[in-house]
């Protein structure tokens, strides 16, 4: 069974600070790992994704996820962020048909 | 392009009825999952349907049942609604079924159970 961890729930930060999300995997076979952020009111946007190769994933607006398969995590990074980055932001993980596990999830509250 | 879209936006229902959601892909999209969000909590899988098959099932009673219509749209369906059952219903397509594919999520429908 393949499942995500998300370290923290809440994560506060000041404009313009650097952000780190933690998330951890648990795995018996390969894995596609996912993030993606939730907007106050709506669905789901995908951020980033590792399928294969470089172990450094950039996504959009300034996102950047590193995959660690000795330490089983895949943390995203953003070096500055802006207020517009207060959302929830969820990891996941991809079985063999797509579906998607995903972790709790880790709430990022941006102050000026 | 348009995205995933879900209707209705927002429902009110009560105890013991039941409910209809609905799923139209992005077009050319043949799959497509169903996610029940929990206030505070991660999506949690519900159906996938790909070419009109059902290809997984989570951990829902039988009350939930779904269905992928010949142009790819899909129904969710909950019979003898439960408080529980108040959750956000995520509808997410993608091209193929398959290990890495992209989903793309529509906006859900907020469903208020009382």
């Known amino acids: 069974a393949q499942s995500v961890t998300q370290l923290d729930s809440q994560v506060p930060v000041f404009e313009e600070a650097p952000v780190e999300l933690r998330c951890n995997y648990s795995s018996s076979v390969s894995v596609y790992l996912f993030w993606y952020v939730q907007y106050p009111n709506q669905g789901l946007q995908l951020l980033l994704k590792y399928l294969s190769g470089s172990t450094l994933v950039k996504g959009i607006n300034g996102f950047e996820a590193e995959f660690n398969k000795s330490q089983t995590s895949f943390h995203l990074r953003k070096p500055s962020v802006h207020i517009s980055d207060t959302a929830e932001y969820f990891c996941?993980?991809?079985?063999?048909?797509?579906?998607?596990?995903f972790g709790a999830g880790t709430q990022v509250v941006v102050t000026p | 392009d348009a995205g995933v879209t879900q209707s209705p936006t927002h429902l009110i229902k009560t105890r013991g009825q039941h409910v209809t959601l609905r799923c139209s892909p992005i077009?050319?999209?043949?799959?497509v999952s169903w996610y029940q969000q929990v206030l505070g909590q991660g999506p949690q899988f519900i159906f996938q349907?790909?070419?009109?098959?059902?290809?997984g099932r989570g951990n829902f009673p039988d009350r939930f049942s779904a269905r992928q219509f010949p142009n790819y749209s899909s129904e969710l369906n909950v019979n003898a609604l439960l408080l529980g059952d108040s959750a956000l219903y995520l509808c997410a397509s993608s091209p193929l079924a398959g290990r890495g594919e992209t989903q793309y999520f529509g906006p859900g429908t907020r469903l208020l159970v009382l």
């Open positions: 349907y790909y070419e009109k098959e059902e290809r």
């Open positions: 077009s050319g999209h043949k799959s």
């Open positions: 996941a993980v991809s079985d063999s048909w797509g579906k998607l596990q």
